[in-house]
């Protein structure tokens, strides 16, 4: 059984402010996990994955994540929130073997000017 | 590359007809296609894992009779909600999974809305 948790449904940042979005996950085995962005009726977007390889990763629009085993933890963070970056984000973890996604609750940021 | 379309992007219906949604990728052979449900401000929930040739799998309390899937190719699976019923208004979004990778490529959604 898998299951993400993303703390604080709501986040919001002045632009040019560091961005940090909260996710922790928990698989019974080694977990594949990932970044998804949502912009207003749309599709999710993928940002990022991580998939055993290397802990920290690095995805598109400057968003980067590090996977921390021990506190099972993939936070989402950028260094500078851009006016454009607003839009839910979502956190999903894949369980090898289990090929469907297990999505955490979202996390709408929000950009201020 | 790996893109996924969903047509239509929105339908609006009346309360007892039939819509069927397409979910194709369009530059890719999908082995796997989910399809997900979204309420208003909610996260995504799986509704059934559709592979090619074979019955989708659905999750726990989504009716298969309700939800109809298809997924005849490689590149296209049907989502067909029968007897529509205004609670079946929703987005939903099918993914496509590339070979045996993990990633799942979303396609645009579609909004349902039943009079």
């Known amino acids: 059984a898998q299951s993400v948790t993303q703390l604080g449904s709501h986040v919001s940042v002045s632009e040019g402010a560091l961005v940090l979005l909260r996710c922790n996950y928990s698989?019974?085995?080694?977990?594949?996990l990932f970044w998804y962005v949502q912009y207003p009726n749309q599709g999710l977007q993928l940002l990022l994955k991580?998939?055993?390889?290397?802990?920290l990763v690095k995805g598109i629009n400057g968003f980067e994540a590090e996977f921390k085993k021990s506190e099972t933890s993939f936070h989402l963070t950028k260094p500078s929130a851009h006016m454009s970056d607003a839009a839910e984000y979502f956190c999903?973890?894949?369980?090898?073997?289990?090929?469907?996604?297990?999505f955490g609750s979202g996390t709408r940021l929000q950009v201020q000017p | 590359g790996a893109v996924v379309s969903q047509h239509p992007s929105w339908v609006i219906c009346k309360s007892g007809t039939s819509v069927k949604i397409e979910c194709r990728s369009l530059?890719?052979?999908?082995?796997?296609m989910f399809w997900y449900r979204q309420f208003p401000k909610q996260s995504l929930m799986l509704m059934a894992t559709?592979?090619?040739?074979?019955?989708?799998?659905?999750e726990q309390g989504v009716e298969k009779d309700k939800f109809l899937i298809n997924h005849a190719s490689l590149t296209l699976s049907t989502l067909t909600v029968t007897s529509a019923h205004p609670e079946d208004s929703s987005f939903y979004i099918c993914?496509?999974?590339?070979?045996?990778?993990?990633?799942?490529?979303f396609g645009p959604g579609t909004r349902l809305l039943v009079l």
């Open positions: 999903a973890v894949a369980g090898t073997g289990r090929r469907a996604l297990t």
């Open positions: 991580y998939t055993s390889a290397a802990t």
């Open positions: 559709s592979n090619e040739g074979s019955k989708a799998t659905y």
């Open positions: 698989s019974s085995v080694p977990p594949y």
């Open positions: 993914s496509a999974r590339v070979g045996f990778e993990e990633t799942q490529y």
């Open positions: 530059d890719f052979q999908a082995t796997t």
